[in-house]
């Protein structure tokens, strides 16, 4: 069975995906790296369905309904920033320092 | 056959993803995410997800990062500037950090493993080998997602696209330049 | 218990009520003088009715222990049970009348005196007060309730010596006699602790009961339990060295001064004495002492008084003077001299200052209408008053007469039996000897500056100027009345108490055996033989003679000159007129190096520095750091939160597999 190389492959997806987060400053690209987060945790639950039934696909139609509006709202977000910025450099948008 | 499908895509994938982390130019990390996706779509197919293997190359890859796309194109941040990876502080922490996630997860695996789990002995799990292959021939690759879907979840459905009549108009008021 | 004995408390309740009605009168009612007059003087003529009662019942059944009549349970409290109870035996029922009966007439007093002040309610009530917190100090059947009395009085004390707040120095003046008071309180509640720890109750019955068996005779807890207690009685009782507050006093009204600080109050420290007089007597030391500072006390506040202008700082120090002959009375062991001495110095000095307050309402009157500004209390100003004033006059010499020693009055009685005690002692210790030497002087000093103060006032000359001299008159009969019966007692009064070689002799002595019993085992038994005493007698007649004498003689009232005109008194006329500089050296070696104290250590380094720098703002500041350390969290950039946010992922993800 390929569930195991599978659920190895998705982690492995995942950790890049984590470090991508961490390694950049560009907010798109930052972005991206959570989209790439959560293709590895859909990539984990096809895999499952397998044995516990279609609900686990189910479950992954959801997930990109919902990724496609965090998507949306997200881009938007950064639109408006960089109007006020002229920078999508995490280092930059640093107003709400305490 | 199928582990060799298997294994190809995973590795097309796991490189694609790398490169799309550490490339300089926006678009270029971009462009190596939808082949990414386009890798994930081929492993659906292997594990009988036809239907969502679809959908992740027609939404994801094509409206997704579509959007990203323009986006990027929108702000010119196609051509490479300046590296906005972290200097080595910031990369040891990053690598520290999600190294330290990786072995975490594999540990949990390992003892999903270790409890009865996968890799031949599937007397653990509800469904026999092949079960669902089988449910796709009785009401097909739609009807399998669509049955659960428009039955059990329906609310959740629902409220979906609640959800996305949230984030449209979100997004709308969010990016206009005068409201 | 006899009926009538039990319902002694209705003597202490009755002035109590009056303190409250006329405390709600001074508020809401504060013009209905009537009611305030029947009210305050009533309460104390019921007061004095019902003591007389009790004080019959005593004289009838002579009982061999006291009566206690108990009211309720107050401290329960481990080991310590006091009850509010009230002690009847022959020495309470001898203040129960004094104090009753000379407050009574000096409430009368005070209706003509005080007739015209706004305040006339407020005073009655708080002279209700007094008389309430002195009956329980007299009648308490043990140290804390007797310390509430203590304690009480020392309240209505200060609160009438400012009762005319609105001058600063009649403040002060309260203020000082409660704060000296208070230093003698400290010796006053040692006293009681050490008592506790020694016998375990502080019941007088059962303190004296079980004193035999706990303290060792002369040693050296009795001795510090029985100065203690002395201390206080330094303080409340106006002796050495807590004594300056007494004179000050006198900016209180006249009658205050009459009953507060001549007839009742200031004797609480020698019914204090003669109340543990079984203490005392176990401590033969302590006995010396007592004696020692009273007869020291006596000569010095004469001398002070010998150069006094105003007349109640005259009669301030002369009773200061007269505490210390009660103090050697009760030192050397002669309890009833000293309560003797007590009662008739309650009469004449009473009438005394009453008499004062005669001649100064007088002058006040006289200057109210002359628009002066002169000082209606200074001798200086005053003269040949007697052809005014005569009844004042006659009854003022009749006092004079008893304080100064004359021979048939009340006073020749008391204070040579108080000497011939002293004198008798000197067969155990030399040092009685000097006591005695040092009473027969200052006896001398007395008659001296008594007949001074009388020529001085109401004969010679009148310094008043002539459209003055046409407002005098003598006081109205609500004033004069009391004087007339106080009159009385110093006139008679000696017959409580006749010494041995007289017929009827040792009336009061006799009287007040069941009380002093105990005591007279520790006392060796000593007599005088008939000679010594008959010279004993008449060298007290030869001193009073020669001192009033000698007033009469070297004293020229022609010489004095009007207060506004005289001129500044130099050397040792000087020294004796400022008191012997007693107050500023008090100021400067005690009070200023307090003050600075509180100033610049406790205020400023402990309270500013300590408390509210380290304390206060210091843990303010810490809360502060801390704060800071938190907001170096906030740095504003995204990516610290995403750092902080995969962390937190890690760890639950630890736990979960650990799980």
């Keep these: 069975m390929l569930l195991g190389p599978a659920l190895g492959v998705s982690a492995l997806l995942f950790v890049i995906g984590v470090g991508g987060v961490l390694l950049r400053r560009n907010a798109i690209v930052i972005f991206m790296c959570v989209e790439l987060m959560l293709n590895a945790v859909n990539l984990t639950f096809v895999s499952l369905a397998q044995q516990l039934g279609p ?13 496609a509006a965090e998507a949306a709202v997200g881009l938007a977000i950064i639109l408006a920033v960089y109007r006020h910025k002229e920078s999508v450099n995490l280092q930059d948008i640093n107003l709400l320092r305490g | 056959m199928r582990e060799i499908l298997f294994w190809a895509f995973a590795g097309v994938g796991v490189v694609s993803a790398l490169l799309c982390v550490t490339r300089r130019s926006a678009v270029a990390s971009a462009l190596w995410l939808v082949l990414t996706m386009c890798a994930l779509a081929g492993e659906f197919l292997l594990f009988d997800a036809q239907f969502l293997a679809i959908i992740q190359v027609l939404v994801y890859a094509g409206a997704i990062m579509v959007l990203f796309l323009f986006v990027i194109m929108l702000l010119n941040l196609g051509r490479g500037g300046p590296s906005d990876l972290r200097g080595w502080f910031g990369r040891a922490v990053a690598v520290l950090l999600a190294g330290g996630i990786g072995v975490q997860l594999w540990a949990l695996v390992r003892a999903v493993r270790g409890a009865g789990g996968f890799a031949g002995e599937t007397a653990a799990y509800p469904l026999p080998t092949g079960e669902l292959a089988r449910m796709e021939q009785t009401r097909g690759a739609v009807g399998m997602v669509a049955d659960p879907l428009l039955r059990q979840y329906l609310v959740p459905f629902e409220i979906t696209s609640v959800l996305l009549l949230a984030a449209i108009v979100g997004a709308v008021v969010l990016a206009k330049r005068k409201i | 218990m006899p009926p009538v004995i039990e319902f002694v408390w209705l003597v202490v309740l009755l002035p109590f009520v009056g303190f409250l009605a006329n405390g709600a009168l001074s508020f809401w009612k504060p013009d209905a003088k009537r009611w305030v007059s029947a009210i305050g003087v009533g309460v104390l003529v019921a007061a004095f009715v019902v003591a007389l009662a009790v004080v019959r019942e005593v004289a009838v059944i002579r009982p ?3 009566y206690i009549v108990s009211l309720w349970s107050w401290m329960p409290i481990g080991d310590l049970h006091v009850d509010v109870a009230f002690q009847v035996d022959q020495l309470s029922a001898v203040m129960l009348l004094v104090v009753t009966g000379v407050s009574m007439l000096i409430h009368i007093f005070s209706v003509g005196y005080m007739g ?20 329980v100090l007299v009648l308490g059947a043990s140290f804390p309730i007797l310390f509430i009395g203590w304690e009480g009085v020392g309240l209505c004390s200060y609160l009438l010596i400012g009762f005319w707040y609105d001058v600063k120095t009649n403040a002060d003046a309260g203020k000082k006699a409660f704060i000296m008071n208070r230093i003698g309180d400290f010796g006053f509640l040692i006293a009681m602790f050490m008592i506790f720890k ?9 303190v004296f009961g079980s004193a035999s068996r706990v303290f060792a005779i002369g040693g050296p807890t009795i001795t510090a339990i029985t100065l203690f207690l002395f201390l206080g009685c330094t303080g409340k009782s106006a002796q050495i060295p807590l004594y300056t507050w007494l004179p000050d006093a006198m900016a209180g009204p006249t009658p205050v001064s009459a009953l507060i600080h001549a007839a009742t109050m200031v004797t609480a420290g020698v019914y204090l004495v003669a109340r543990t007089n079984l203490l005392f007597a176990m401590a033969p030391i302590s006995g010396a002492v007592v004696a020692g500072v009273g007869a020291l006390t006596a000569l010095w506040a004469a001398t002070i008084a010998l150069k006094q202008w105003d007349i109640k700082k005259v009669l301030a120090y002369s009773t200061v003077s007269q505490l210390g002959y009660m103090f050697v009375g009760v030192g050397v062991g002669a309890i009833s001299s000293g309560i003797f001495h007590l009662v008739t110095h309650a009469f004449f000095k009473a009438l005394l200052f009453l008499g004062s307050g005669s001649v100064i309402h007088a002058l006040h009157h006289a200057y109210h209408a002359t628009h002066s500004h002169d000082d209606p209390q200074d001798m200086r100003n005053m003269g040949g008053l007697r052809r005014w004033m005569p009844w004042t006059a006659g009854v003022m010499w009749v006092a004079t007469l008893a304080i100064a020693g004359v021979p048939g009055l009340s006073g020749f009685f008391s204070k040579d039996e108080i000497l011939a005690e002293t004198f008798i002692k000197g067969h155990e210790h030399p040092v009685f000897y000097v ?3 040092v009473g027969a002087l200052a006896a001398l000093l007395t008659a001296f500056y008594m007949t001074r103060m009388m020529l001085y006032t109401f004969h010679g000359p009148s310094r008043a100027g002539a459209e003055e001299q046409r407002h005098l008159h003598e006081a109205p009969w609500v004033m004069t009345g009391p004087l007339l019966v ?17 017929p009827g002799a040792g009336w009061l002595k006799e009287w007040l055996e069941p009380v002093t019993s105990a005591g007279d085992f520790f006392r060796p038994e000593a007599h005088l033989t008939p000679g010594t005493e008959w010279t004993l007698l008449g060298l007290a007649t030869l001193i009073a003679a020669a001192g009033m004498l000698g007033a009469w003689r070297l004293l020229k009232p022609a010489g004095v000159v009007r207060a506004a005109d005289a001129p500044a008194e130099t050397g040792f006329q000087r020294v004796l007129l400022k008191k012997w500089y007693i107050d500023e050296i008090y100021d400067a070696l005690v009070v200023r190096p307090l003050v600075w104290l509180s100033e610049k250590v406790l205020w400023r380094a402990m309270d500013a520095g300590v408390i509210d720098g380290a304390g206060v703002n210091g843990s303010a500041r810490v809360a502060r750091g801390f704060g800071a350390i938190g907001s170096w969290l906030q740095t504003g950039q995204v990516g610290t939160y995403v750092f902080f946010f995969v962390v937190g992922v890690l760890l639950m993800l630890r736990a979960v597999t650990r799980s």
């Design chain 3, 486 to 502: 106080l009159a009385a007692g110093s006139l008679l009064g000696g017959v409580l108490n006749l010494p041995e070689i007289l």
């Design chain 3, 198 to 206: 020694a016998t375990g109750s502080l019941a007088f019955d059962q």
């Design chain 1, 55 to 67: 609900d686990g696909q189910v479950i992954v139609f959801f997930v990109m309904a919902v990724a």
């Design chain 3, 435 to 437: 006591f005695w030497a």
């Design chain 3, 64 to 66: 061999g222990e006291p």
């Design chain 3, 116 to 135: 015209a002040d706004r305040g006339y309610p407020r005073y009655f009530a708080y002279l209700n007060l007094f008389v309430f917190f002195m009956l």
